[in-house]
């Protein structure tokens, strides 16, 4: 007989969401974390970021119309930045363990693995259930360099009481390049090393290097084809190892990307087969070599690794575990860097795109558009994937101001299946960066 009918391992945005649901509909259910309720988002990834990035992009707002109307500059106090992030932060373990709890379920402190098919080992102790779901996460990528665990992780860096003068970034990820313009508007001196020449990947290659540009004007250094061989002490400080030579920091920051943080679950005792994105699963999000088991979110190699998609697959989960009918369709999936500028893309990329007949590539530099020049930006661009003979839009890709709004109009257009004539047609409230899409298209 089952101890629970669904065990949730991970009380992020999809585990929450599961074992709340499924709560409340009457199921017995039990949740287990090791970590303090409530997940990466609100608590140590998305949300916090945000927060601290306000400081980042008022700064950036005030440098751009400086002489344009604009007399003197505002100055990031980094306690005070660290002790607001801490507000918003610090009520949402609690927040979360009462919403389980008032749901029905049973809540458990502690590290989880598989002793079987349907069974977890918690505390010593076996628990059975008909329903397993993995929404464990993401942990920072094992970079296999020696002296990475002298790196610091994001959750460190915003955590920090004061940022040190010198700052390395290990990898030309978004968190690289999140991090990168804030610390250099508190006073930081930062370099970015990325192993390759084509940074943050995922993303338009031409537009990740128009930021690049941009990045280096505002004296953050970022060295390409640098791959880090080394991290080891010097004194008080840090060495860092390249090819090319060694740079000395007071703080070094993994910005290399994440991966699914399985390693601990022993999924083998339970024949779940993973991967590098995560537990195989089907379009319910259920293991495909172990029906018992589901995955959703990072855990789940089931599309882009981001919030929004792990609150979707949290749903089907859901719906299928309830007896409803349910598919995760990853399509038309928005993905921000939040930079300075913001970097976003939906759907087709131009290198998708090359080699078709049926496809062209709109491409448009937006440094002289009305948005950008309003708020003194430099770097603005953007690339449309579309269909040739009906026009409908299957792609694109935007760097400038407001871009992470601007990307969910397009995903709304791409997922629909609107043409740039449908699109263009709408009347935009004006003057907005929404509204360039209709050129844009």
């Known amino acids: 007989m089952n101890d629970?009918?669904?065990?949730?391992?991970?009380?992020?945005?999809?585990?929450?969401?599961?074992?709340?649901?499924?709560?409340?509909?009457?199921?017995?259910?039990?949740?287990?974390?090791?970590?303090?309720?409530?997940g990466t988002c609100a608590q140590r990834g998305c949300d916090p970021k945000k927060v601290l990035l306000a400081?980042?992009?008022?700064?950036?707002?005030?440098?751009?119309?400086?002489?344009?109307?604009?007399?003197?500059?505002?100055?990031?106090?980094?306690?005070?930045?660290?002790?607001?992030?801490?507000?918003?932060?610090?009520?949402?373990?609690?927040?979360?363990?009462?919403?389980?709890?008032?749901a029905g379920a049973t809540l458990l402190h502690a590290e989880a693995r598989f002793a079987g098919p349907d069974t977890l080992l918690v505390d010593g102790?076996?628990?059975?259930?008909?329903?397993?779901?993995?929404?464990?996460?993401a942990i920072p990528r094992p970079l296999g360099i020696s002296g990475e665990e002298l790196l610091l992780h994001a959750d460190g860096f915003m955590d920090l009481e004061e940022l040190p003068l010198r700052i390395v970034f290990v990898g030309g990820g978004y968190i690289s390049f999140e991090f990168a313009a804030l610390a250099r508007r508190v006073g930081s001196e930062v370099t970015i090393l990325h192993r390759s020449s084509h940074v943050l990947k995922g993303?338009?290659?031409?537009?990740?290097?128009?930021?690049v540009e941009r990045y280096r004007g505002l004296g953050i250094e970022v060295l390409l084809d640098t791959p880090v061989l080394k991290v080891r002490r010097q004194?008080?400080?840090?060495?860092?190892?390249?090819?090319?030579?060694?740079?000395?920091?007071?703080?070094?920051?993994?910005?290399?990307?994440?991966?699914?943080?399985?390693?601990?679950?022993?999924l083998a005792a339970a024949g779940v087969q993973a991967g590098e994105r995560g537990v195989v699963v089907d379009a319910q999000l259920?293991?495909?070599?172990?029906?018992?088991?589901?995955?959703?979110?990072?855990?789940?190699?089931?599309?882009?690794?981001?919030t929004p998609p792990a609150s979707r697959q949290a749903d089907v989960v859901i719906k299928t575990i309830l007896g409803q009918k349910a598919e995760?369709?990853?399509?038309?999936?928005?993905?921000?860097?939040?930079?300075?500028?913001?970097?976003?893309?939906?759907?087709?990329?131009?290198?998708?795109?090359?080699?078709?007949?049926?496809?062209?590539?709109?491409?448009?530099?937006?440094?002289?558009?009305?948005?950008?020049?309003?708020?003194?930006?430099?770097?603005?661009?953007?690339?449309?994937?579309?269909?040739?003979?009906?026009?409908?839009?299957?792609?694109?890709?935007?760097?400038?101001?407001?871009?992470?709004?601007?990307?969910?109009?397009?995903?709304?257009?791409?997922?629909?299946?609107?043409?740039?004539?449908?699109?263009?047609?709408?009347v935009w409230a004006y003057p907005t960066s929404s509204s360039d899409v209709g050129y844009l298209v």
């Open 203 to 211: 993303f338009d290659p031409d537009l990740a290097a128009l930021l």
């Open 125 to 137: 102790k076996r628990l059975q259930a008909g329903t397993i779901a993995i929404a464990t996460g």
């Open 286 to 306: 259920r293991s495909v070599s172990n029906p018992r088991v589901f995955a959703a979110g990072d855990a789940a190699a089931a599309g882009a690794p981001l």
């Open 4 to 38: 629970y009918d669904v065990i949730v391992i991970g009380t992020g945005i999809a585990g929450g969401s599961i074992a709340a649901q499924c709560a409340a509909a009457g199921l017995k259910v039990a949740v287990i974390d090791s970590l303090p309720y409530g």
């Open 235 to 266: 004194g008080d400080a840090y060495a860092v190892e390249t090819p090319s030579g060694n740079l000395v920091a007071d703080l070094v920051v993994h910005g290399a990307g994440r991966v699914p943080d399985l390693a601990r679950l022993d």
């Open 328 to 426: 995760y369709d990853p399509r038309a999936t928005a993905s921000v860097t939040f930079s300075d500028p913001p970097l976003a893309a939906v759907g087709m990329t131009a290198a998708e795109a090359e080699g078709r007949d049926d496809v062209e590539v709109v491409s448009h530099d937006m440094s002289d558009w009305f948005a950008a020049r309003r708020l003194g930006l430099t770097h603005a661009a953007a690339k449309v994937m579309r269909e040739k003979t009906t026009g409908r839009l299957l792609g694109a890709h935007v760097l400038g101001a407001n871009a992470e709004e601007v990307i969910n109009l397009f995903a709304l257009a791409v997922r629909q299946g609107l043409t740039a004539d449908e699109v263009a047609e709408s």
């Open 55 to 102: 400081a980042s992009e008022a700064v950036s707002r005030a440098q751009g119309l400086a002489g344009h109307g604009l007399e003197g500059a505002p100055r990031i106090v980094w306690r005070d930045l660290i002790d607001r992030k801490r507000e918003f932060v610090g009520g949402v373990p609690r927040r979360t363990e009462a919403r389980l709890g008032d």
